[in-house]
């Protein structure tokens, strides 16, 4: 039923306007894009708006609309959504704002809360938003000017969301010949999320490729059912996560709460959705353009072309630490362009190929082909067009006919790279589009869409992931912060690998625990968070006048001992840490372990649960990692046993999502080939005291 009334939303042949000098803008921006269907205007006092006939009110109106602007006040908002539902309209957009957008004015969440209500089962939009546009069929609930232009008949274009109303003008307004089929702004998402949106957009056969400006996620499972969909359509979706900044992440006690922020849950949802992620606006729109005109990726091996060193260079650099490549010619495909070239140049990827052959079409297309060859993800031919009021580009135009043939002649997916995105006018883009190739502005951005088209290709060869662990019931509010001892017996008792350890309350305990673990033993000062930054641990102690000792230097210093047998032949110290997240439930973070945790910033996110192939994978990511792997001659260190304590952590997350709010295990100390890996520090905050 929702799904039907967004479709009546997003392409209505009727449309009720309600309001003002809003309403009327929105009658206006439908006529001179040539809406084709009825808009019904409606104003208790005017008898006609914009030449068309007005009606006092929705009981006036000729027919149920497919879709309405509500351009009134938000009190008045509840009454023309609630007046909609009842006559059975598709949908409405509520442009009002003074909803829950307003922080702390308690009467605009009780607006929002009535307006939801008021609306039941017809979708709305907004509130605080200006609505949408549907550039295929001329279709505007837009209270504003953009700079969009209508599709041709049979054209096709992506798709747009954003939860800003301001930057959706911005994205109309741009100049690189992006084809944009609809916009659509999300505003509060009262009732109706970005993901119910998009997966009513991406049902549209004219939407090749989904672009999201995302402030917030609605429902993981909303967009859970969003990427699903568009894996089975075989469409894009590349995102702008905003939220990225220190400022957005609140500080916690723990190692991982410092790593592990909203942002770094978000980017794992995203990754694990299949949902390429860009973090600027420019960059969005080239994917999207790479996307529309190319698809997804099916490698991340790029090459380049260019007639000037200084572009080559550019392009290798700009590729550095990125997961796309411009990889070495093999020496047979090296011969080849070679042959084309002659010995005054000198070949490589990215290729300076001089400009000996330009304006030489017949030799241009026999260098390219022979470059493009090599079965590349991606050729990449990077030229800026001159200006025209001072110059000729027909030279130009040469070049690209000689790319055009390559590309055809070996079936082969082919971008134009700009270095400076005002250097390609907008009808060349246009044109370049319509040929099958794709015109990107600005190296950067370039890559930035080159990377974006290849993570997709590559997530939509893998198993689609599971949905993320949920809460399995309601948790106890009472909040438990569990020392190292406690939480050590409760990681124990579910089957973790913890070494063998007692609490003491003196030294003559420590000492007894000590002589019943066996020597050597560690010993630390229990109820402190940060044990190393408080000199409150001594490690590798080996006998009882050694325990005495250090147990009469702890004592004063926290809350009581803890004694544990010590681990031996430790290669290598991992944190493993899970945060409890509002939206996406338990977020597990690994990273390099020990006291410099947070001055190195090694470490990876992942949501749960996730397979022991993921764990692997994200074990590999981390810098640290030679280190595990037997660095410079090092022992190597039991991997395997790693990964089963890890993937053990994780499912206890996971039997406890809703339960626990913070884990921090610092260090995993991960020992030798076939010696195990064991927790050495624990903290633990639940909800409630855990079995």
């Known amino acids: 039923m929702m799904a039907h009334r967004l479709d009546r939303l997003l392409r209505p042949k009727t449309i009720a306007v309600f309001g003002g000098l809003q309403a009327a803008e929105v009658i206006r921006q439908s006529q001179k894009m040539g809406f084709a269907g009825e808009i019904w205007p409606v104003h208790p006092r005017h008898d006609e708006v914009q030449g068309l006939k007005a009606y006092r009110s929705v009981a006036d109106l000729p027919g149920s609309p497919d879709a309405a602007f509500i ?23 509520c442009y009002a704002s003074g909803f829950l957008e307003a922080g702390d004015d308690a009467e605009g969440a009780q607006l929002q809360q009535e307006l939801v209500q008021a609306a039941g089962d017809m979708p709305i939009i907004g509130p605080n938003c200006y609505g949408l546009i549907n550039y295929c069929d001329g279709a505007l609930l837009w209270p504003d000017q953009h700079g969009g232009r209508r599709l041709a008949p049979g054209e096709r274009g992506v798709a747009i969301i954003t939860q800003s109303s301001n930057i959706a003008i911005n994205m109309t307004m741009q100049r690189r010949g992006l084809p944009i089929a609809h916009v659509v702004t ?29 402030e917030a996620f609605q429902s993981a499972a ?4 969003l990427a699903k969909r568009a894996r089975q359509l075989r469409k894009p979706i590349v995102a702008m996560k905003v939220g990225r900044s220190a400022q957005a992440r609140a500080a916690t006690v723990s190692h991982t709460a410092s790593l592990a922020g909203s942002d770094a849950a978000s980017d794992a949802f995203l990754k694990r959705l299949g949902i390429a992620r860009v973090h600027s606006i420019p ?47 093999t020496t047979e495909h090296r011969a080849k362009v070679k042959a084309t070239l002659g010995p005054l140049v000198t070949v490589a990827n990215p290729l300076d190929y001089h400009t000996f052959i330009w304006n030489d079409e017949p030799a241009m297309t026999r260098t390219f082909t022979a470059m493009i060859s090599g079965g590349f993800s991606l050729n990449c031919l990077v030229i800026d067009f001159p200006r025209r009021d001072r110059c000729s580009d ?29 250097s390609i006018p907008e009808e060349d883009i246009m044109n370049l589009t319509v040929r099958g190739i794709a015109p990107l502005c600005g190296i950067i951005e370039a890559l930035d869409a080159a990377e974006a088209a290849a993570f997709i290709g590559q997530a939509w060869k893998r198993e689609p992931a599971p949905p993320v662990a949920c809460r399995k019931a309601k948790a106890d509010p009472d909040i438990h912060e569990h020392d190292e001892a406690q939480a050590k017996a409760v990681l124990r008792r579910h089957g973790l690998s913890v070494p063998e350890g007692s609490r003491g309350t003196n030294a003559d305990e420590a000492v007894t625990a000590a002589e019943s673990l066996g020597y050597p033993v560690a010993i630390k000062a229990l109820g402190i968070a940060h044990k190393s930054e408080m000199n409150a641990v001594r490690l590798n102690l080996k006998n009882a006048e050694a325990v005495r000792s250090a147990a009469n230097e702890l004592m004063p210093l926290g809350s009581g001992l803890y004694v544990e047998r010590m681990v031996t032949g430790a290669v290598g110290e991992l944190l493993v840490g899970i945060l409890d997240d509002p939206q996406f439930g338990p977020v597990m973070t690994l990273g390099t372990g020990g006291v410099l945790v947070e001055l190195l910033q090694d470490s990876v996110t992942l949501l749960l649960p996730s397979s022991r192939d993921e764990i692997e994978e ?19 260190a039991d991997l395997g046993a790693a990964i089963d304590a890890i993937d053990a952590i994780a499912t206890f997350a996971v039997e406890h999502a809703g339960r626990i709010i913070e884990l921090d295990i610092n260090p995993l100390l991960v020992c030798g080939e076939g010696k195990g890996a064991w927790i050495a520090d624990a903290l633990l905050v639940t909800k409630g005291e855990l079995k």
């Open 71 to 93: 351009g009134v006040n938000r009190f008045l908002t509840l009454d023309i959504v609630r007046d909609l539902r009842a006559a059975g309209a598709g949908a409405a957009v």
């Open 186 to 214: 999300a505003g509060n998402q009262a009732q109706t999320g970005v993901s119910d949106m998009a997966i009513a957009l991406i049902e549209d056969k004219r939407v090749t490729a989904l672009g999201l400006h995302i």
């Open 222 to 225: 909303g967009f859970e059912a």
């Open 283 to 329: 960059s969005l729109l080239e994917a999207l353009k790479l996307l529309h005109v190319h698809g997804s990726l099916d490698g991340n091996t790029l090459s380049s072309m260019s007639c000037s060193g200084g572009e080559a260079s550019v392009m290798a650099d700009a590729a550095e630490g990125r997961s796309i490549t411009f990889p070495p010619l």
């Open 394 to 422: 027909v030279d130009w135009w040469t070049t690209v006919r000689g790319f055009e043939a390559a590309l055809r002649a070996d079936g082969a997916k082919g971008a134009i790279i700009a270095s400076l995105p005002e």
């Open 618 to 636: 994200a074990l590999r990511s981390l810098r640290m990692f030679p280190l595990l792997d037997g660095y410079r001659g090092k022992p190597k």
